[in-house]
């Protein structure tokens, strides 16, 4: 008996785990810190975009500029506007700023609103030539680029009369209207070969990141059509091209020949009544292989005079559908 007591008290003693409970234990553990981590990751999400929210950053051609504020966004510094926008005038090849204005679509005054945006004037020099253009952006990185040329009978002031830089920008584009040599403030110097001048242009105001769209409308085609031909193949950042009122005269059969290079998208717009545009349009659909065509029912020449909203929410599709081709 008493050996008996001796073997059995040792067994008395001890507590021998259950299985099912040790995996329980274990099971709300892993909850726990699944909890822990999940909280954690959203609290990091919130912060981040809170801060990535109040400190929008203005990009004005190359400069960039800090908006702390963007409820109560400021438009002049002490120093005045260059000084917020960073331009140096003691450059002598940098933009020189002529007028801005800040547009608010805001419904509250002294508010801004995620499509405010702002529109300047500038020139700047391009092989000892000086260049007018006017510009438009939201402030954010933009969407795409948009480098606009005007017709025979415009100047840069069309785009803004018609509505096309405030609702690109609004849009979240950056939007460029460029003054063509010889037209409006721009100077004229018949030695400027197009294509390198449009490529200087693009790499001065720095419009290749992220991507740049071309648009031209009448005289410009050619110009914009050359430019097209002999980079786009090479640059990938030219991601479209808009074509406006085409005519046969427009263009040299060398153009013709060399257009199967062009890898762009290109989009050709013409009034429904103007068969040259209509058999140009398609005469060099033939040969562009992401291109197409569209009519603007009974309408003749410079149509996205007479019907700006169409013509500017066709832009917009374009532009959106490029967008997302590249993401």
């Known amino acids: 008996m008493p050996r008996y007591e001796e073997d059995d008290t040792p067994l008395l003693g001890r507590v021998m785990p259950n299985?099912?409970?040790?995996?329980?234990?274990?099971i709300r553990l892993w909850i726990a810190v699944i909890i822990v981590v999940t909280v954690v990751?959203?609290?990091f999400l919130i912060t981040s975009t809170k801060i990535h929210s109040q400190s929008r950053a203005y990009m004005i051609g190359q400069y960039r500029v800090k908006d702390t504020k963007v409820e109560d966004r400021p438009l002049y510094s002490e120093g005045g506007f260059n000084d917020f926008v960073g331009i140096n005038e003691t450059d002598p090849h940098g933009p020189k700023l002529i007028n801005v204005k800040h547009v608010s679509k805001s419904k509250h005054e002294g508010k801004s609103s995620d499509d405010d945006f702002l529109l300047f004037e500038a020139t700047v020099d391009i092989l000892d030539n000086k260049m007018h253009y006017r510009e438009a952006s939201n402030g954010w990185v933009p969407k795409l680029n948009v480098l606009l040329f005007h017709?025979?009978?415009f100047t840069s002031a069309i785009w803004n009369d018609i509505g096309t830089l405030e609702d690109l920008a609004s849009a979240g584009y950056r939007v460029v209207a460029l003054e063509l040599p010889g037209?409006?403030?721009?100077?004229?110097?018949?030695?400027?070969?197009?294509a390198e001048f449009i490529k200087l242009f693009i790499q001065h105001l720095d419009l290749y990141r992220p991507g740049v769209v071309l648009l031209s409308a009448d005289s410009s085609n050619s110009a914009t059509m050359e430019y097209l031909i002999r980079y786009s193949k090479s640059s990938p950042l030219l991601?479209?091209?808009?074509n406006i009122d085409s005519a046969i005269n427009q263009y040299t059969d060398m153009q013709r020949i060399t257009a199967q290079t062009i890898n762009s998208q290109?989009?050709?717009?013409?009034g429904g009544k103007d068969t040259e545009c209509l058999t140009t349009s398609h005469d060099w659909a033939r040969h562009i292989t992401s291109s197409r065509v569209h009519s603007f029912t009974n309408a003749y020449r410079e149509f996205y005079n007479e019907d700006p909203v169409?013509?500017?929410?066709?832009?917009?599709?374009?532009?959106e559908y490029l967008t997302k081709s590249d993401s």
């Open 19 to 26: 299985p099912g409970i040790l995996k329980m234990k274990k």
């Open 41 to 43: 990751g959203a609290l």
């Open 151 to 153: 017709g025979e009978h």
């Open 183 to 194: 037209h409006g403030l721009s100077s004229l110097d018949p030695k400027l070969r197009p």
């Open 239 to 242: 991601k479209g091209y808009i």
């Open 266 to 270: 290109v989009l050709f717009l013409c």
């Open 310 to 319: 169409v013509f500017n929410t066709i832009l917009k599709r374009f532009l």
